[in-house]
């Protein structure tokens, strides 16, 4: 561990530990974000799938790190809690972008266990169907998931697309080579929604759908722990929008949860974390109180409620909670 890391974890360690560390959370609240959960913690390591990924071993040192500092509560709760009432610990919320299947598969039987609740926010187009999250089967057919021969129509693909595939991706270092891969697949987000699905269709279609399914979502509502709220229908990027498509986007995933769910959250989570005035505004005029970004911070209900921040996990940080509490503190400096 490099004296920088020990230096984080300590100062995470006396942020949560020390009433004088834990003084700047005092009527705050910690709202954390979440991808997926793998069965294989190795498998979650990797560079390329450290941001969206952690495996059961890291998830569940989380879950019980979270017990011990923490007030685990139902996200509605921790938006809507009166200031003036500050509990004994601060209080913290899980959520899930995009409803992935392994929420329900490896997340849920953790939760359960230590009985922590969770909102899952999904892109309504993918549940139930075998429609796969571009970034999933790109990446893990140039990385090789599916064999050799699956990669080279998708490399003509996307030469085509006139995004060459970098030679750093063919290094014989794991580590080297998954890092490229992260940083291409990061430069691919601004290709157009039709190219991205064309290079998607070029890539083989994994056994399991890749998200949930409507069945999954009532089984979970059902268990009293798990909420859930819209991301998009297709996981356009909002701002990217004209207003007919914007309107259509957040209306066809309002009405999909309204019809999939008994209790959809008032709570919408953008994808990709981009928003702006005209999007805020849209969501506000479909009903939603409050809407989830990727920007990094404390809860506190004098912000706007349009533009809640969130601090993500990965497995680095799932892993070593104190890094997740070095974070969560610097997001508490004013
Ligand atoms: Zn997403």
């Not at 409507?214 to 722990?225: A, I, P, Y």
């Not at 859930?228 to 986007?249: N, V, Y």
């Not at 309002?254 to 505004?281: F, K, M, S, T």
């Not at 993500?312 to 890094?323: D, F, K, M, Y």
Request: glycine share 8%; net charge neutral.
């Amino acid at each position: 561990m490099s004296i920088k890391q020990v230096f984080k974890r300590t100062g995470g360690w006396l942020y949560l530990n020390t009433p004088l560390g834990r003084h700047p959370l005092r009527g705050a609240g910690v709202i954390l974000m979440l991808h997926r959960v793998l069965n294989n913690d190795r498998a979650a390591e990797l560079p390329h799938r450290n941001e969206l990924c952690v495996g059961p071993e890291a998830f569940e040192h989380l879950l019980i790190w979270l017990q011990r500092h923490f007030e685990c509560v139902p996200l509605m709760t921790l938006l809507l809690a009166d200031p003036e009432s500050v509990p004994n610990r601060p209080r913290v919320a899980l959520t899930f972008d995009d409803g992935w299947r392994d929420n329900a598969t490896n997340a849920f039987p953790l939760l359960r266990q230590y009985q922590i609740p969770a909102s899952i926010f999904l892109s309504t187009d993918f549940i139930g169907s075998r429609q796969p999250f571009w970034w999933e089967s790109i990446g893990e057919t140039l990385w090789g998931s599916h064999g050799q021969a699956a990669r080279q129509p998708l490399i003509e693909q996307l030469q085509h697309a006139g995004r060459p595939l970098p030679v750093m991706l063919d290094d014989l270092d794991e580590q080297r080579r998954s890092v490229s891969l992260l940083h291409y697949l990061h430069s691919l987000k601004t290709l157009d929604p039709h190219t991205l699905s064309h290079l998607t269709d070029a890539c083989p279609r994994g056994a399991q759908p890749q998200a949930l399914d409507w069945f999954q979502v009532r089984m979970l509502e059902d268990s009293g722990l798990v909420r859930f709220g819209p991301h998009g229908a297709s996981h356009a990027i909002l701002t990217g929008l004209d207003d007919q498509r914007l309107h259509e986007e957040l209306g066809r995933s309002r009405i999909a949860l309204e019809n999939g769910c008994a209790q959809p959250l008032p709570v919408y989570c953008y994808p990709n974390g981009n928003h702006d005035a005209r999007v805020r505004q849209q969501v506000a005029a479909h009903g939603f109180a409050f809407a989830l970004g990727t920007e990094t911070g404390l809860y506190r209900n004098d912000g706007d409620p349009l533009n809640v921040p969130r601090f993500g996990v990965s497995q680095h940080n799932a892993h070593q909670p104190e890094l997740l509490a070095w974070r969560i503190s610097r997001g508490a400096r004013p």
